[in-house]
């Protein structure tokens, strides 16, 4: 079973909140609300997530404050978070939301549709992502012995096989991926985003073809997983 991403929604009104969840449902993924900056921050200790929607205007800690602490944390820097506000101080406002490391920055009232297909955009490139996770640390298990001790009893030319199978759907999936992106103009951070998981496949794809029969004797090194 292909596990469902974590969306996480962070604003102090429950009314947006609904409104959001109205909104991402049809994404059919798992939304977790957070009702304050604090309450996001605690959320984030345990949990990874694919994009996070952040309120700019909460009491306490705003968005501002909240994205700034996301990204000084190794673990969550990295997570995609997206603006909202209800307001629009002029061009210096949206400079300080990209400047806290937003990758989109949405005044209400926005189009729900609009909102819906950026989301889906990283929740995209996120299982993206996983799935290259999980191809990796398959290809290490056979690098360090073909997965001897753990219960595999497949021969090393079967692992291969079902290894470059499961990569090659996965680089189908980021070359659609990637062609939506260019077809649709999409936001600049998301085209970084899916060229660099590009990157990756790439490497993993030398270093699996690296332990064919008759490819040399060399280890392959792994791609980096940041």
């Known amino acids: 079973m292909v596990q469902k991403a974590k969306i996480l929604l962070v604003d102090d009104r429950p009314e947006n909140l609904l409104a959001l969840e109205a909104i991402l449902s049809a994404l059919d993924q798992t939304l977790v609300r957070a009702s304050?900056?604090?309450?996001?921050?605690?959320a984030l200790l345990t949990d990874d997530f694919a994009v996070i929607l952040?309120?700019?205007?909460?009491?306490?800690?705003?968005?501002?404050?909240?994205?700034?602490?996301?990204?000084?944390r190794e673990r969550t820097r990295?997570?995609?978070?997206?603006?909202?506000?209800?307001?629009?101080?002029?061009?210096?406002?949206?400079?300080?939301g990209y400047a806290a490391g937003a990758v989109d920055y949405i005044s209400k009232p926005?189009?729900?549709?609009?909102?819906r297909a950026k989301v889906s955009v990283f929740v995209e490139l996120y299982m993206k992502n996983c799935q290259l996770r999980e191809q990796?640390?398959?290809?290490r298990l056979q690098l360090e012995g073909g997965g001897h001790g753990t219960g595999d009893t497949k021969e090393p030319a079967g692992l291969l096989a079902e290894l470059s199978a499961?990569?090659?759907?996965?680089?189908?999936?980021?070359?659609?991926?990637?062609?939506?992106?260019?077809?649709?103009?999409?936001?600049?951070?998301?085209?970084?985003?899916?060229?660099?998981?590009e990157r990756k496949l790439t490497?993993?794809?030398?270093?699996?073809?690296?332990?064919?029969p008759g490819a040399g004797t060399g280890t392959p090194s792994l791609p980096s997983q940041s």
């Open 166 to 197: 499961r990569l090659a759907a996965v680089e189908e999936q980021a070359e659609a991926l990637s062609k939506q992106l260019d077809d649709e103009s999409a936001d600049a951070a998301a085209v970084a985003t899916a060229a660099h998981l």
């Open 136 to 139: 990796a640390a398959l290809l």
């Open 54 to 72: 952040l309120d700019v205007q909460m009491p306490g800690m705003d968005g501002f404050e909240t994205a700034a602490h996301i990204k000084r």
């Open 110 to 115: 926005f189009d729900p549709w609009v909102l």
């Open 36 to 42: 304050s900056g604090e309450e996001a921050l605690k």
């Open 78 to 96: 990295d997570i995609p978070i997206i603006f909202l506000t209800a307001i629009n101080h002029g061009p210096h406002h949206t400079f300080r």
């Open 203 to 212: 490497g993993l794809r030398r270093a699996l073809d690296a332990l064919e």
